[in-house]
């Protein structure tokens, strides 16, 4: 069953576009989606009328796309259905590239934060489901994220964290409640999130788990959704939301080369390739009780 809208010439009503490729970057910076055309083979860069960006090429022998998503959970149940649903082969891998700021003091700019799971502060994806259901991220790609991760450098349990996201849909009084005149009511729930665990807090993720689960009751295909967050503000009970500093092209290329060594990981292993992932699962089996991070952030 397909939901979206169609022009007249068959084509998506806000992309644009009639087919897409199985492996999708998506990304709310137009910029970001850009610039991934500098890793692909021969690279077709198409914008539409509403300013989505979309780009096609090969990267390894696989066939890519980006769009540009823009901002929120809103804009993600318009865009998300029309991308899912322009993809013709028997699998769609989708990874967010995105950005997210602290909620945890270890946790610091320039880290990455692998999302399992999100916390739907959020109404958009209610239209789907109620409230109570999970937004979970596709359980196969996290060994996967991880590994690519430290394949660009980046240690888990240092820079590298894996654990639930907190997802919104409005930017600047739900991350910084002391701004909004309900601040008591959302900074309390706020530091209930921080106090159990979320690690970080961004505004897209928990529409791509939703739409996953509802397009794989419809579509005779398999459906992964991933995100890989940078850090781009530390974690501040009050004040402004401090990303001055923050290189934002640097931030690009890393979330870019990450998302690519995925789709690599992927394609090996799903042509039935061994990968050692052994280690990974070391790892994670050898991450500290949280309460000892926060012991040695004290201890800095």
């Known amino acids: 069953m397909k939901i979206t809208f169609k022009t007249p010439t068959g084509k998506s009503a806000h992309l644009e576009v009639s087919r897409l490729n199985p492996f999708i970057l998506t990304g709310g910076s137009s910029g970001r ?40 959970p809103s804009s993600i149940m318009i865009v998300l259905p029309e991308v899912i649903e322009a993809v013709e082969d028997d699998f769609t891998v989708i990874l967010r590239l995105g950005t997210a700021g602290s909620l945890q003091p270890y946790v610091r700019r320039g880290h990455i934060h ?10 958009a994806t209610t239209a789907v489901i109620g409230s109570e259901y999970p937004a979970t991220a596709s359980i196969e790609l996290i060994p996967l994220l991880l590994r690519a991760c430290e394949r660009n450098g980046y240690v888990l349990g240092e820079n590298l964290w894996v654990g639930p996201v907190h997802t919104k849909d409005d930017l ?24 159990i665990g979320v690690i970080s807090s961004e505004m897209e993720f928990s529409a791509y788990c939703i739409l996953r689960d509802y397009y794989e009751r419809y579509l005779d295909k398999r459906i992964f959704v991933g995100c890989v967050l940078m850090i781009v503000s530390d974690f501040y009970e009050e004040g402004l939301i401090d990303t001055c500093g923050v290189e934002s092209s640097k931030v690009d290329y890393e979330l870019i080369k990450i998302g690519l060594e995925t789709f690599t990981l992927f394609n090996s292993v ?29 201890d800095l």
């Open 172 to 195: 600047y009084f739900r991350e910084r409640p002391n701004f909004s005149p309900r601040r008591a009511e959302l900074r309390e729930k706020l530091n209930s999130f921080v106090e």
């Open 270 to 298: 799903k042509n039935g390739e061994s990968i050692d992932m052994g280690d990974i699962y070391r790892e994670l089996f050898s991450l500290h009780p949280r309460s000892r991070y926060y012991s040695k952030k004290r």
């Open 114 to 123: 692998i999302p399992t799971s999100c916390v739907r502060d959020e109404g």
């Open 33 to 72: 989606i850009r610039k991934v055309a500098e890793f692909l083979e021969r690279p077709e860069v198409f914008i539409g009328e509403r300013g989505h960006v979309i780009v096609n090429g090969l990267y390894n022998g696989l066939k890519i796309s980006a769009i540009s998503t823009g901002m929120g």
